[in-house]
């Protein structure tokens, strides 16, 4: 049975809101970031993979999110954990899969990038290969229940998953996800024997990876996912060290500049900053896959006008949550000021103002290209959009902090 659901503007802010309401969650994985940035003075490396991380939990989720969205409105998939449809089963196998693909191949680029901007030893590189892989695994084994289950209730209570599922499943994922890193990083710094310990995860995952890629080699749908998405994880591998190594630019002009920066709790709100970004392009490319499958969009980049209620009630509640970010950090930091808040709200506007448009363009020709090349969108729309939203929003936080640092020094 087909779905869809026609939305008016109030509509789709008070939906976006409701999703984006999650991201405060982002501001939690901020706030312990922050407080355990000692730890990025132990490992130097693992300041640079911690978007990476974020990243390639991001591709998967985004990959599962929009996969699963589109596939309750058409009925391929049902609400339900047990007894479900085939494609439930091989979307979930290839997930596993790509999570091992994801690992290895983000960390070694990961460790390509740390080479070649400061340098890295050899030990280095296995360490957060380790890291990486350990911190992975155990995210998979946690945040895929949760996604099922917003999946499920979300479409079984009448609300649209294209809209509700990633932006709530991926501000959870960080949560979680930053703990486990900073878990295992904790172990890693902690215990010489950690490196064995780490290493049992990561071989329990290549071992399960290898026995699904032989029971599926001959399953078309499990192989058409994993050769689309792999497609994907090789574009996005590169994407997403660009937004490692500019917030390992971000925390020099920071760390550099205590006098200015000090009372603006950056790393606080960054996953919520980046969360929220990934978010309005999630939305505005999940909702356009779901109208080109349902063909009710036509497949051409001057039917974006057609689709401006999801992009402009995405965009306003951006808006929204960045003001309440600012609001939040500031109250934990202890630095709640109107002028602190001013300035603060400033540099995230203008941040969000960079980011959303971009993001927003990108999404939606990613959808209309990927659809007119007869690929499926959601297995490129949110991996590529969601990492590409860590980079720009990476990188606008970075332009915003140059430029208007002299407004912050009044």
């Known amino acids: 049975m087909m779905s869809s659901i026609k939305l008016n503007f109030n509509a789709a802010v008070k939906q976006s809101l409701i999703a984006y309401t999650f991201?405060?969650?982002?501001i939690v994985a901020g706030t312990l970031i922050a407080y355990y940035s000692g730890l990025f003075e132990?490992?130097?490396w693992a300041v640079v993979i911690y978007p990476p991380i974020l990243s390639a939990r991001g591709v998967i989720g985004g990959l599962f999110c929009g996969r699963l969205s589109t596939a309750l409105h058409l009925g391929t998939i049902k609400p339900r954990f047990f007894g479900n449809t085939r494609s439930f089963q091989m979307l979930f196998q290839a997930i596993v899969v790509i999570t091992f693909e994801a690992s290895i191949m983000m960390s070694l680029i990961a460790a390509l990038f740390r080479g070649i901007y400061q340098g890295i030893y050899v030990g280095d590189v296995l360490n957060l290969i380790n890291v990486f892989m350990a911190t992975m695994t155990l995210a998979l084994i946690v945040i895929s229940p949760l996604t099922l289950t917003?999946?499920?209730?979300s479409f079984k209570h009448g609300l649209d998953p294209d809209i509700i599922l990633y932006p709530v499943e991926s501000t959870v994922a960080d949560l979680l996800i930053t703990c486990i890193y900073v878990s295992v990083l904790n172990l890693h710094i902690a215990h010489s024997f950690s490196w064995l310990v780490l290493a049992m995860p990561s071989l329990a995952l290549l071992t399960i990876t290898i026995f699904l890629l032989m029971r599926g080699m001959?399953?078309?749908?499990?192989?058409?996912?994993?050769?689309?998405s792999f497609l994907t994880l090789v574009l996005v591998s590169f994407i997403v060290n660009i937004a490692g190594?500019?917030?390992?630019?971000?925390?020099?002009?920071i760390r550099g500049k205590q006098e200015l920066y000090g009372n603006y709790p950056v790393y606080v709100v960054y996953p919520a900053l980046i969360d929220t970004i990934g978010d309005v392009g999630a939305t505005v490319g999940s909702t356009a896959t779901t109208k080109l499958a349902l063909g009710t969009l036509k497949p051409s980049f001057s039917s974006i006008k057609h689709h401006s209620t999801e992009i402009y009630g995405a965009w306003t509640a951006s808006l929204i949550m960045y003001f309440i970010y600012a609001v939040?950090?500031?109250?934990?930091?202890?630095?709640?000021?109107?002028?602190?808040?001013?300035?603060?709200?400033?540099?995230l506007f203008t941040a969000n103002v960079l980011a959303a448009a971009l993001i927003?363009?990108?999404?939606?020709?990613?959808?209309?290209?990927?659809?007119?090349?007869?690929?499926d969108p959601d297995n490129f729309e949110i991996p590529i959009e969601s990492s590409l939203a860590d980079s720009i929003t990476t990188i606008s936080l970075l332009a915003s902090l140059i430029l208007w640092a002299g407004i912050l020094a009044v």
């Open 23 to 26: 991201n405060i969650v982002g």
């Open 150 to 153: 917003v999946s499920f209730l």
């Open 328 to 347: 939040l950090a500031l109250i934990i930091q202890g630095s709640l000021q109107p002028v602190n808040l001013l300035k603060f709200t400033i540099l």
């Open 360 to 375: 927003i363009i990108i999404s939606y020709s990613v959808a209309i290209l990927t659809y007119h090349r007869g690929l």
């Open 245 to 253: 190594a500019t917030l390992g630019k971000v925390d020099e002009l």
């Open 218 to 228: 001959r399953k078309p749908e499990f192989i058409q996912t994993l050769k689309e």
């Open 42 to 44: 132990k490992a130097p």
